[in-house]
T-cell receptor, first 113, second 113 residues
Framework: EAGVAQSPRYKIIEKRQSVAFWCNPI?????LYWYQQILGQGPKLLIQ????????DSQLPKDRFSAERLKGVDSTLKIQPAKLEDSAVYLC???????????FGQGTRLTVV | GDSVTQMEGPVTLSEEAFLTINCTYT??????LFWYVQYPGEGLQLLLK?????DKGSNKGFEATYRKETTSFHLEKGSVQVSDSAVYFC????????????FGKGITLSVRP
């Protein structure tokens, strides 16, 4: 089966610009996650969707980050405006339901200069 | 809150050496425990998991036992190969409907011929 697809793979932007990442989860997976992985650290959950509803966004910096999952399939994560400390790899993952194995995409490496 | 602590790295071993990567956790309730691996240029993928105390997860020659009394989930392999060179992440999954993965910092393993 096809895995989790993410695009772009790499992005370089200047601080204060905006950027968007796209994720297509595995077909039929109800749960979708966005993680932020800063260099040298483990992934940190930003937001979790169950179908098209938000389950957990407690660690999402809502003043600059937003995410949506229209129709319970694809998802986009946006940063506006970006800061230097947002430089990281943004990982999307999906699972059939909560409490089951999560499958990860290859991630988008963001560099803010 | 829940947390995962991994031993400091990086780790460099010769081929066929014995591997132990330590992982301890702090959690309320009864989480599931995971080891994820990230090979160079690839996304995170599940290596093994254990869902309750005394369970042993195993895959590709790797093993880890869920030890509730010591709150540990150490990863072991009897004889490592060059192809095992990767970054290894220990993670815990909360129980309940809003489960999410909490990751450790990860440790880089390099195996030399």
């Amino acid at each position: 089966e096809a895995g989790v697809a993410q695009s772009p793979r790499y992005k370089i932007i200047e601080k204060r610009q905006s950027v968007a990442f796209w994720c297509n989860p595995i077909s039929g997976h109800a749960t979708l996650y966005w993680y932020q992985q800063i260099l040298g650290q483990g992934p940190k959950l930003l937001i979790q969707f169950q179908n098209n509803g938000v389950v957990d966004d407690s660690q999402l910096p809502k003043d600059r980050f937003s995410a949506e999952r229209l129709k319970g399939v694809d998802s986009t994560l946006k940063i506006q405006p970006a800061k230097l400390e947002d430089s990281a790899v943004y990982l999307c993952a999906s699972s059939q339901q909560t409490n089951t194995e999560a499958f990860f995409g290859q991630g988008t490496r963001l560099t803010v200069v | 809150g829940d947390s995962v602590t991994q031993m400091e790295g990086p780790v460099t071993l010769s081929e066929e050496a014995f591997l132990t990567i330590n992982c301890t956790y702090t959690a309320t309730g009864y989480p599931s425990l995971f080891w994820y691996v990230q090979y160079p240029g690839e996304g995170l993928q599940l290596l093994l998991k254990a869902t309750k105390a005394d369970d042993k997860g195993s895959n590709k020659g790797f093993e880890a036992t869920y030890r509730k009394e010591t709150t540990s989930f150490h990863l072991e392999k009897g004889s490592v190969q060059v192809s095992d060179s990767a970054v290894y992440f220990c993670a815990l999954g909360e129980t309940g409907a809003n489960s999410k993965l909490t990751f450790g910092k990860g440790i880089t393993l390099s195996v030399r011929p």
